[in-house]
């Protein structure tokens, strides 16, 4: 059954277990895969996982359990190989697990496209670029929501380096977010510099490695990346902000003890990607050491916009310090 992805509601969620969603636009794709998953507990696979092991997986996707909630199984980068696994499954399927095949574009000619486009019970939808239009009006939205003055030759910019992608337009906005002073009108410079950085996802990976005290991961990171003077006034709002998270998140698991209910009631809503690192970053840290960074990070902002030119010890040795606390 052939669907668009904004007819994807909560009755069809309901009414159908198995979905194949593929294309290339991976932002979206994820927004969707959020209203598949919801509260459920996750597996995750890779179709060559699936295909080495095909007994585990057609176990895990047929059987249910007293002692667990609904879950959904995703099988990433699925091919045509993992069709005779997904008509296997589909014949022996129950309702309490959902099925999510994910992979990326595939040809008219593909027979998983074929099999989940002509089977009425099993529901495909297809994810194609979004337009300069819509990407442009997402951006339009985000920056007059957090009181960013921008002008709209600096949203083209931005929307021209993200190849018809959401997530990749989210992940701009998000640095611009960061490094912007509420109000304060971005110049095209600035907007050129932070949009071009150096393995750009690299910052919010050293952050999320930082809160989850990896410090092997860290100095990978550290020695594969040549931060900028600049960046480093990113580095520190990005790491604010992510710090500012995990004390809200503290809070409310200090109330009600569930890790499942504090990450499920968040708001703004938690991934399902980003959930286990979360669940690391509260397991990590009390109120009190969360709250003590913070006041360090406030600190640091000004000591590195006093001392621009040492910014990047000051930082590295920074992380490096929270990594041994």
């Not at 597996?43 to 895990?60: S, W």
């Not at 992608?165 to 002073?181: G, Q, T």
């Not at 209910?261 to 669940?279: H, Q």
């Amino acid at each position: 059954m052939i669907l668009k992805h904004h007819s994807l509601n909560e009755n069809i969620v309901k009414e159908n277990s198995i979905f194949l969603l593929y294309g290339n636009n991976e932002g979206l794709k994820n927004e969707t895969i959020d209203k598949i998953v919801k509260d459920n507990q996750v597996y995750k696979y890779d179709e060559n996982e699936v295909l080495n092991n095909e007994n585990q997986f057609y176990e895990n996707a047929t059987s249910s359990s007293l002692f667990e909630n609904n879950k959904t199984i995703i099988v990433k980068r699925a091919t045509d190989k993992i069709l005779k696994v997904v008509k296997e499954v589909f014949n022996k399927n129950n309702k309490e697990t959902s099925i999510i095949i994910n992979a990326n574009a595939l040809e008219k000619k593909s027979k998983l496209r074929s099999f989940f486009e002509k089977e009425k019970k099993v529901v495909c939808v297809a994810f194609y670029p979004d337009n300069d239009r819509t990407l442009s009006k997402l951006a339009y939205n985000f920056f007059t929501e957090k009181k960013i003055t921008i002008s709209q030759a600096n949203i083209n910019l931005i929307i021209s380096k993200c190849n018809g992608d959401r997530s990749n337009l989210f992940n701009e906005l998000i640095k611009i977010e960061n490094f912007a002073v509420e109000g304060r009108k971005i110049s095209t410079k600035e907007i050129a510099r932070l949009i071009n950085l150096n393995e750009n996802h690299s910052i919010s990976e050293l952050i999320d490695n930082c809160l989850t005290k990896n410090k092997k991961k860290i100095m990978v990171i550290l020695n594969e990346n040549n931060f900028s003077n600049e960046d480093c006034i990113l580095i520190t709002r990005t790491f604010l902000i992510k710090s500012k998270k995990i004390l809200a998140l503290l809070q409310q698991y200090e109330i009600n003890q569930n890790i499942d209910l504090t990450i499920s009631s968040a708001r703004p809503p938690i991934f399902w990607k980003d959930k286990e690192i979360v669940i690391q970053q509260i397991y990590k840290w009390t109120l009190k050491s969360i709250s003590a960074l913070i006041y360090k990070l406030n600190e640091l902002e000004l000591n590195i916009k006093k001392n621009i030119n040492n910014s990047i010890y000051l930082i590295c040795d920074f992380i490096l310090e929270q990594t041994s606390s």
